[in-house]
Antibody, heavy 115, light 115 residues
Framework: QVQLVQSGAEVKKPGASVKVSCKASGYTFTNYGISWVRQAPGQGLEWMGWISAYNGDTNYVQKLQDRVTMTTDTSTSTAYMELRSLRSDDTAVYYC????????WGQGTLVTVSS | DVVMTQSPLSLPVTLGQPASISCKSSQSLVHSDGNTYLNWFQQRPGQSPRRLIYKVSNRDSGDSGVPDRFSGSGSGTDFTLKISRVEAEDVGVYYCMQVTHWPPTFGQGTRLEIK
């Protein structure tokens, strides 16, 4: 069965970086992309960007373009999202989702940014 | 970016009664390929989003087994998610999302609670 399993919760200080992983199984990884979505505490869903697992093409939301990098490792069917220069308002649960179908999501990774 | 506006934002419903959520987009969601890429998601407390409906009215079957009391309808810029008879397990936040236009955008979410 299709699964997206994300890495565990992180606590970071302002200015640091975080890298969240999303390991896919149960389907041909390179046939789909991965989108990343975040959800601040008590808030709605915000799309962050997308990566093609086929060729590594990316597209990021403009407000994060300077701070986010999405990558994949096809040998392990894993997608990664790195966010740099963390601020307190980056505190959120980060989700990966299979794109373009949006039919499978990871379990979420809580990233807490606090001094 | 396409703005997705949901109403109501809070929806108290008596068990066994119907419920309806509206989602309006700031521009037509008809893609140049003729499809309308409007999804509905349910997010239960503490869980990842779960896709209920894709391309306006197609209910998810298979692994997720979305009950047939959920239905989607609409066209162009106006869309609706209906629950024919609300059950206790339907409590959560419901989001519409468009992927016709780049970037993907979500509605603000509608919180369904039991009266």
């Amino acid at each position: 069965q299709v699964q997206l399993v994300q890495s565990g919760a992180e606590v970071k200080k302002p200015g640091a970086s975080v890298k969240v992983s999303c390991k896919a199984s149960g389907y041909t990884f390179t046939n789909y992309g991965i989108s990343w979505v975040r959800q601040a505490p008590g808030q709605g869903l915000e799309w962050m960007g997308w990566i093609s697992a086929y060729n590594g093409d990316t597209n990021y939301v403009q407000k994060l373009q300077d701070r986010v990098t999405m990558t994949t490792d096809t040998s392990t069917s894993t997608a990664y999202m790195e966010l740099r220069s963390l601020r307190s308002d980056d505190t959120a649960v980060y989700y990966c989702a299979r794109d373009p179908t949006w039919d499978y999501w990871g379990q979420g990774t809580l990233v807490t940014v606090s001094s | 970016d396409v703005v997705m506006t949901q109403s109501p934002l809070s929806l108290p419903v008596t068990l066994g009664q119907p419920a309806s959520i509206s989602c309006k987009s700031s521009q037509s969601l008809v893609h140049s390929d003729g499809n309308t890429y409007l999804n509905w998601f349910q997010q239960r407390p503490g869980q990842s989003p779960r896709r209920l409906i894709y391309k306006v009215s197609n209910r998810d079957s298979g692994d997720s087994g979305v009950p047939d009391r959920f239905s989607g309808s609409g066209s162009g810029t106006d869309f609706t998610l209906k629950i024919s008879r609300v059950e206790a397990e339907d409590v959560g936040v419901y989001y519409c999302m468009q992927v016709t236009h780049w970037p993907p955008t979500f509605g603000q979410g509608t919180r369904l609670e039991i009266k």
